[in-house]
């Protein structure tokens, strides 16, 4: 069995997933992959025979058609056409996958068949892996940046732990580059565009010696916001950023190569649009203190008391080394990263100056990646390999109240007054609470180390039967410090304890001077302390949402998570005939424990157990407060949610004929202990969800009737279900659908290429189609509750390049011509009760591109 990348090698939805294998079956052909033509010929679809699709799923070089996994491919020429220009576009083309920037430039999630992560919190583990060249970016601010010099990118649906570890629960996505070449060559790109988008790329390659090649390339992206900060006069929602790399590769000999890869990006943005959905009950005290909101939605004008400001630097090096034999390869792939990520931003999104935070991240990453695989004529096959992963991680934030938060909140209460009240009779300095400066102060920490050894072995019995067993066993370690500083007045005061203080005239501050009062006298203060008619300071407890930090690692939590697993698929893969291949396959997948870095970090209940509002007079005996560990105010959480564990059953049908491809998976993917990252109105709540599971086809279609005319059909139907999520933010969730998981999507394309004559130019049409089908958006807002939030999403992209046969082409684009709108995500008003906030999806772009290749 050679590995050429050439040659051959009863419910509703039940019922609606037999139907679609029984089409499968009749049709001509059938395989999972998205749009990827390969080659200025397959791109502008002027033949037949060059849809040969090469990928690297498997980390083996195959064709699309015998690469028994369900993946994406989008080629270098459809990113170019379609003007993709990073992987925000993506989803556009792939879908499985859904990607959303939100709240600042470095904030996104990818999400594929359902399943993903926010990117909110730096110590949060990926669902969804991202991979350049081979490398891992653990966070997706390191993968966000513009797309340049791309030979094609694979998403890879479903889990795949068992070769690309514990960041591969939900999928993968592999962007491959072009490598240096021994022919010099190159290209050079400029556009300009809507809200003043100029952007320039290029990138030029050739040999330095007979045994050494090089390339550079770049990119430039500058764009005014589409978005207005209406009462500054300023823009949001821009771009301006930069990229630049170089490669080497060198050939000491036809068995060895060695490439050697370094980069650079940046970016300074002002980010992102925030607009009010609704305006709740609280919306007259921020105009009261002579702030302002706006609730046209889709207007893209928006208040805030300041330019939000994120700053992105990311760089980083790789070597990867080859050598070959004729039946052996092994391949080596050291990497270093480093990751610095600022942001100073409004958190309340109004123009009252109410609170504002600010976030300093550094990440620092080496990994180590090392296989061997064979390719020998027999009837067994292997890959074996091993991946070591360290990185640090640091941030300093903080939360700083405006000179509108006193006035603000003090409305809230119903008396302007309530806060001197509160001052004098808890003995504070006047004007104390909620004053103007520091609110909350943190810093954390987090080293993680893992090591993973996997392989996959093949056995082919007979010619075309292809069984495959693979594993992947995974040791993850993770050490975390977390300390912060509460500075608000009445935050450090629990409300039961002072009143119980005052009751006893000083004398009771302890759960021990507590217990040793009589019986009766305890029942007596206790129903007093917790009664709002008796203890009207009650009344203020909601007010007291950034509390004193209990400091982790402590002498109950000792601040670190050791995760092992072993994850394993096994396969089975016929090939029918020539043209049409298939597969059936059962794999795990593993995702490690995530670590709650961010203020909202609390010990888990047992550890602590907090008395009647969070009292610790009251409080139960527990192993925190018997340490003497308590601060005022504390309750309880999570410092991390543990590992998820996935596993899919998966089917599938690959193949293609001249001129027409259908391809078809169906799977049934189920997710165990999903790591849930809900914002609640003041905080991030991490949890352990109980299981989720999805059910559902990716089905790919690609028709060329005539040379130079290609249309794509690609569909994706999900049909998730929260098998159990008790301790969800709005309640049990078991038994219900997720909410943000449209039951379809799909991508569609149709491409013309017009010759003229025998001159070599051409004209290049193309137009694409993506639509996710109308969904609730979420399960419910913890602090508005049940709403009827939905999106739909219709967008037409479209573009004409005329490409002349010395190398020059011009051409024009537009994405979401028809400037759909929808609601990308919602969230409870930030400290705002009853309002909901949310992004706007972007409104058209479109714009002129000339470019030269050489």
């Known amino acids: 069995m050679k590995f050429n990348a050439f040659g051959r090698a009863l419910s509703t939805r039940n019922a609606m997933l037999a139907g679609v294998a029984a089409v499968g079956l009749v049709l001509p052909a059938a395989a999972m992959a998205q749009d990827a033509e390969t080659g200025a010929d ?3 679809g002027n033949s037949f025979d060059d849809d040969i699709i090469i990928v690297t799923a498997t980390k083996r070089e195959q064709t699309l058609q015998e690469t028994p996994i369900s993946v994406s491919v989008t080629s270098g020429e459809t990113l170019e056409q379609a003007q993709i220009r990073d992987v925000l576009d993506l989803q556009t083309v792939a879908p499985s996958l859904r990607v959303s920037q939100l709240q600042n430039s470095s904030s ?11 990117d909110n919190n730096f110590g949060i583990e990926p669902s969804v892996g991202v991979f350049i060249d081979g490398v891992f970016r653990s966070r997706s601010a390191s993968s966000l940046n513009d797309l340049a010099n791309v030979q094609r990118i694979e998403v890879l649906n479903g889990p795949q ?19 240096p070449q021994f022919e010099f060559g190159g290209s050079v790109e400029a556009s300009y565009g809507n809200y003043n988008n100029i952007q320039v790329k290029g990138d030029v390659t050739g040999p330095i010696s007979e045994n050494i090649a090089f390339s550079i390339d770049g990119s430039y992206n500058k764009r005014d916001g589409y978005g207005t900060i209406v009462n500054l006069n300023q823009d949001v929602n821009e771009r301006n950023r930069w990229t630049a790399r170089g490669q080497l590769l060198i050939e000491p000999s036809s068995d060895f190569k060695i490439r050697a890869m370094a980069d650079y990006s940046n970016i300074d943005e002002a980010c992102c649009v925030v607009s009010t959905l609704v305006a709740g009950p609280t ?26 400001v994120n700053k992105v630097k990311n760089y980083g090096g790789s070597v990867q080394a080859d050598w070959s034999t004729d039946a052996l390869t092994v391949t080596s792939i050291t990497a270093y990263r480093k990751l610095k990520n600022f942001v100073d931003q409004d958190v309340d999104f109004t123009s009252a100056d109410i609170v504002s935070e600010i976030r300093d991240q550094r990440v620092n990453t080496f990994t180590q990646e090392v296989r061997i695989a064979s390719d020998f004529d027999g009837p067994l096959n292997f890959l074996l390999g091993g991946f070591y992963f360290d ?15 006193r006035p603000f909140f003090a409305l809230l209460t119903g008396n302007p007054a309530t806060f001197n009240g509160v001052e004098a009779a808890l003995g504070l300095p006047q004007n104390s609470i909620f ?13 993680n180390t893992s090591w993973s050894v996997f392989g996959t072995v093949d056995f082919e019995p007979v010619d075309g039967l292809v069984f495959t067993g693979g594993f992947n066993y995974t040791k993850d370690k993770k050490n975390f410090a977390l300390s912060g500083v509460a500075y608000d007045e009445l935050a450090n005061i629990n409300l039961v304890d002072a009143f119980i203080f005052g009751a006893t005239g000083g004398t009771v501050t302890t759960p021990a001077q507590f217990a040793a009062l009589p019986a009766a006298n305890q029942a007596a203060i206790r129903a007093a302390a917790t009664n709002p008619l008796v203890n009207p300071l009650l009344g203020l407890t909601p007010f007291q949402f950034q509390p004193p930090f209990l400091t982790i690692p402590n002498a109950v939590e000792d601040g670190k998570t050791r995760d092992s697993d072993f994850s394993y698929t096994l396969r089975a893969s016929y090939e029918i005939s020539n043209n049409l291949n298939t597969y059936f396959s059962y794999a795990t997948g593993f995702k490690a424990s995530s670590i709650n870095l961010s203020r909202d970090s609390r010990p888990a209940f047992g550890d602590y157990i907090p008395g009647p509002v969070r009292s610790t007079i009251l409080a139960p005996t527990s192993p925190i407060l018997s340490a003497g560990l308590a601060v005022p105010n504390l309750g309880t959480g999570s410092r991390f949610a543990g590992p998820e564990n996935a596993e899919v059953f998966e089917f599938g049908l690959k193949g293609q004929w001249e001129g027409l491809s259908v391809n078809l998976a169906l799977f049934d993917q189920k997710l165990k202990g999903f790591q849930s990252f809900l914002f609640t109105g003041t ?10 599971s999805v059910k559902g086809f990716e089905l790919d279609t690609r028709i060329q009737p005539t040379k130079g005319l290609v249309f794509t059909f690609a569909m994706t139907y999900l049909d998730p279900l929260f098998d159990s999520f008790t301790q969800s933010p709005v309640g049990d969730l078991s038994g219900k659908r997720p909410g943000g998981i449209p039951s ?36 419910g807002l913890p602090t508005f509750g049940p709403n009827n939030f939905h999106r739909e999403v219709n967008l037409v992209n479209a573009s004409m390049t005329l490409a002349m046969s010395n190398g020059f082409e011009i051409g024009a684009y537009a994405r979401n011509l028809l400037n759909d709108k929808y609601i990308l995500t919602v969230f409870d008003g930030v400290a705002q009760a009853g309002t909901v906030s949310g992004y706007p999806s972007a409104p058209r772009t479109y714009g002129a591109v000339a470019r030269y290749k050489f």
Do not use: C, W
């Open 42 to 44: 397959a791109a502008s």
């Open 108 to 118: 996104s999630t990818f999400i594929i068949r359902g399943f993903g992560n926010g």
């Open 161 to 179: 732990s068992t070769l690309f570890g514990k960041n591969a629960s939900a999928g993968v996505i592999s962007v491959i580059t072009r490598a």
């Open 283 to 308: 919306a007259p005290a921020v105009f009261a203190v002579g702030g302002a909101l706006n609730t046209d939605f889709f207007s893209y004008d928006i208040y805030l008391n300041k330019v939000p």
């Open 391 to 405: 990185e640090s991680v640091k941030q300093n934030s903080s939360l700083t109240t405006g000179t509108a938060a």
């Open 435 to 447: 004053s103007p400066g520091p609110l909350t102060s943190e810093v954390y920490s987090m080293d």
């Open 683 to 692: 905080g991030f709540q991490l949890s352990n969800a109980g299981k989720q």
């Open 744 to 779: 379809i999507n799909i991508a569609t394309s149709a491409t013309h290429t017009k010759e003229f004559g025998g001159s070599g130019t051409r004209l290049i049409t193309r137009v694409d189609f993506s639509h996710e089908s109308n969904t609730k958006i979420n399960n």
